[in-house]
């Protein structure tokens, strides 16, 4: 059972269009983030949302946080070539989940590769 | 920034033998870092929690003698790959903690490409 349900987990469009990845979960997170990795290197942050129905913007992206702290989706707005990459969320429980321990590690969903095409 | 460094970034070894990768966290210090295998075209997969100067924490189905971790230091964890096989094959990341609490970002190394012949 995945923790953290991401779609699609493929996505082709053509340069100019909008898209929308979603992120879903029946768990309550702490924060959510989101990655964005290119092939041979390692992810790097686009943000962190922790407050739920927050909404942040980095240029073209959109990322909001459900109210309900359990779903995010991640919107960009007249893609490009550029953003072609793995985009991949991923949710903080805390550092010390109910009935145990996380040590703060991060539940990724399955990511979502996308190709923008020109 | 945080920076962690990893190396070495691709490695070829034969069936049988033990590769080590290290991972070194660059002006900050670590008390724990997270190991993931990602395979071509999915998502990272947590393999183990690596605290300094405790046991490592596995995740299950993660075979705690074939990825041998230490994390000896507050700057460097190390993953060993123990008598390796073709399906050990595969890109291995690491991460660290970089702040406390919800708001604490999260600094990946640059991935291992490992390569079992």
């Known amino acids: 059972t995945q923790l953290l349900e991401q779609s699609p987990q493929f996505l082709s469009i053509q340069e100019g269009e909008n898209l929308t990845v979603y992120c879903n979960s029946s768990s309550v997170f702490s924060s959510l983030q989101w990655y964005r990795q290119e092939p041979g290197e390692g992810p790097v942050l686009l943000v962190t949302v922790v407050t739920g129905g927050e909404v942040k913007k980095l240029k073209r992206l959109t990322f909001q946080f459900g109210d309900a702290r359990k779903d995010s989706s991640l919107h960009i707005t007249a893609a490009q070539t550029g953003d072609t990459g793995l985009y991949l969320c991923a949710g903080y429980l805390g550092d010390r989940s109910a009935g145990g321990t996380s040590y703060g590690k991060l539940t990724f969903g399955q990511g979502t590769i996308l190709t923008v095409h020109p | 920034g945080a920076v962690v460094s990893q190396h070495p970034s691709r490695v070829i070894c034969k069936s049988g033998t033990s590769v080590k990768i290290e991972c070194r966290s660059l002006d900050f210090q670590a008390t724990t870092m997270f190991w993931y295998r990602q395979f071509p075209k999915q998502s990272l997969m947590l393999m183990a929690t690596?605290?300094?100067?405790?046991?490592?924490?596995?995740e299950q189905g993660v075979e705690k003698d074939k990825f041998l971790i230490n994390h000896a230091s507050l700057t460097l964890s190390t993953l060993t790959v123990t008598s390796a096989h073709p399906e050990d094959s595969s890109f291995y990341i690491c991460s660290a903690k970089t702040g406390q609490g919800a708001r604490g970002g999260y600094t990946f190394g640059s991935g291992t490409r490992l390569t079992v012949v």
């Open positions: 690596s605290n300094e100067g405790s046991k490592a924490t596995y």
